[in-house]
T-cell receptor, first 116, second 113 residues
Framework: SAVISQKPSRDICQRGTSLTIQCQVD?????MFWYRQQPGQSLTLIAT?????????ESGFVIDKFPISRPNLTFSTLTVSNMSPEDSSIYLC?????????????FGPGTRLTVL | GENVEQHPSTLSVQEGDSAVIKCTYS??????FPWYKQELGKGPQLIID?????GEKKDQRIAVTLNKTAKHFSLHITETQPEDSAVYFC????????????FGRGTSLIVHP
């Protein structure tokens, strides 16, 4: 498995500002992912972040709004830029690790963001 | 692309009863089906998974079944306890390429003491 931590665990921000969320893993991983989970909803993939390459964004998400860094194999950041109340969500990072017969995805505890 | 349907959206049971959550998928290339449990204020936690070459898998009080022909899979929880109360997500992963699951919409399970 993997032990994943996120900072901050929660934050309340003013519209128009930006917040950077950090994700730290206890072991080296190639694939890291960022998800958004709106209240009472399922998980929506924002982007895939591989170390040494540009992040790959899913439809509806753009780098200017959600810039991602992946400086090494245990760390990544997601920035939510120029925030609006619609960005209020839980943001989750996850990693892909070998789980025996197949790879499996493990999630961090999430960052609960409220934008006023 | 893959589409995963999950039912019911809410499930309320008495402690000790069984709970069943059902999912269907559309992509015949999907061959790995993990289930996640998300407790309030926490991230999703992998609780059990099944590959397409297996029809059933058990781990203590939880089990998953897979019908590849019908493209549906289910989570079974027996002897439910209040600590089983959480949101459960099913997911499907297609073979080849990167592991990126398609998630169902989630089932909120409430176990009443």
């Amino acid at each position: 498995s993997a032990v994943i931590s996120q900072k901050p665990s929660r934050d309340i921000c003013q519209r128009g500002t930006s917040l950077t969320i950090q994700c730290q893993v206890d072991s080296q991983v190639t694939m890291m992912f960022w998800y958004r989970q709106q209240p009472g909803q399922s998980l929506t993939l924002i982007a895939t972040a591989n170390q040494g390459s540009e992040a790959t964004y899913e439809s509806g998400f753009v780098i200017d709004k959600f810039p991602i860094s992946r400086p090494n194999l245990t760390f990544s950041t997601l920035t939510v830029s120029n925030m609006s109340p619609e960005d209020s969500s839980i943001y989750l990072c996850s990693v892909e690790k070998s789980g025996g017969a197949t790879n499996t995805q493990y999630f961090g505890p999430g960052t609960r963001l409220t934008v006023l | 692309g893959e589409n995963v349907e999950q039912h019911p959206s809410t499930l309320s049971v008495q402690e000790g009863d069984s709970a069943v959550i059902k999912c269907t998928y559309s992509d015949s290339a999907s061959n790995y089906f993990p289930w996640y449990k998300q407790e309030l204020g926490k991230g999703p936690q992998l609780i059990i998974d099944i590959r397409s070459n297996v029809g059933e898998k058990k781990d203590q009080r939880i089990a998953v079944t897979l019908n590849k022909t019908a493209k549906h899979f289910s989570l079974h929880i027996t002897e439910t306890q209040p600590e089983d109360s959480a949101v459960y997500f099913c997911a499907a992963v297609a073979s080849g390429g990167s592991y990126i699951p398609t998630f169902g919409r989630g089932t909120s399970l409430i176990v009443h003491p």
